[in-house]
T-cell receptor, first 110, second 114 residues
Framework: AQRVTQPEKLLSVFKGAPVELKCNYS??????LFWYVQYSRQRLQLLLR??SRESIKGFTADLNKGETSFHLKKPFAQEEDSAMYYC????????????FGQGTELSVKP | KAGVTQTPRYLIKTRGQQVTLSCSPI?????VSWYQQTPGQGLQFLFE???????NKGNFPGRFSGRQFSNSRSEMNVSTLELGDSALYLC?????????????FGPGTRLTVT
């Protein structure tokens, strides 16, 4: 079955601390992985996609096919990073269907 | 480019009624997908439309339906509303014919069923 798992519902860190939001997936085929972020009262927006291998707002994520993981990392958390983060998966036999994890709420304390 | 827009932003309906939600995709995007977001179930895929045809469907009852027009705008309809249909309904559009399946989301329509 196609599935995305985010094991932590809430992650609380202090400003300046490293952050790692975990994402594991199950998919038979060639997946495309994404991280979406939803700030308070804003729309869901794309943060990262694995195929572009870019760093956005200091966040990076590497697709590990062996461990079927796509963890999101940032070396130094900022208060403005506080938001809901969703890992999502699509692929060649999913078309316009994104499969989302349950989300992790990141809270960065001053 | 203007982002994905959804109307209305808020709706209150009573059980048994029906509702129609509208979505305008980003210009040039021909694929539109719909999602239901609830605190308990999270984000769940409803269906996708491309070139006025439903291409993919999630695991929702037949009360949930949609359509797409020739200008790629899409509507979603829910008939015989139930209390459990209260949710944020999100529309997303994507550019087809590229290597990526990334989608861009609208602000959502908050539906409350009483």
């Amino acid at each position: 079955a196609q599935r995305v798992t985010q094991p932590e519902k809430l992650l609380s860190v202090f400003k300046g601390a490293p952050v790692e939001l975990k994402c594991n997936y199950s998919y038979s085929g060639s997946p495309e992985l994404f991280w979406y972020v939803q700030y308070s009262r804003q729309r869901l927006q794309l943060l990262l996609r694995h195929i572009s291998r870019e760093s956005i707002k200091g966040f990076t994520a590497d697709l590990n096919k062996g461990e079927t993981s796509f963890h999101l990392k940032k070396p130094f958390a900022q208060e403005e990073d506080s938001a809901m983060y969703y890992c999502a998966l699509s692929g060649d036999n999913q078309g316009g269907k994104l499969i989302f994890g349950q989300g992790t709420e990141l809270s960065v304390k001053p | 480019k203007a982002g994905v827009t959804q109307t209305p932003r808020y709706l209150i309906k009573t059980r048994g009624q029906q509702v129609t939600l509208s979505c305008s995709p980003i210009s040039g995007h021909r694929s539109v997908s719909w999602y239901q977001q609830t605190p308990g179930q999270g984000l769940q895929f409803l269906f996708e439309y491309f070139s006025e045809t439903q291409r993919n469907k999630g695991n929702f009852p037949g009360r949930f339906s949609g359509r797409q027009f020739s200008n790629s705008r899409s509507e979603m309809n829910v008939s015989t509303l139930e209390l459990g249909d209260s949710a944020l309904y999100l529309c997303a559009s994507r550019l087809t014919g590229t290597v990526s399946y990334e989608q861009y989301f609208g602000p959502g329509t908050r539906l409350t069923v009483t």
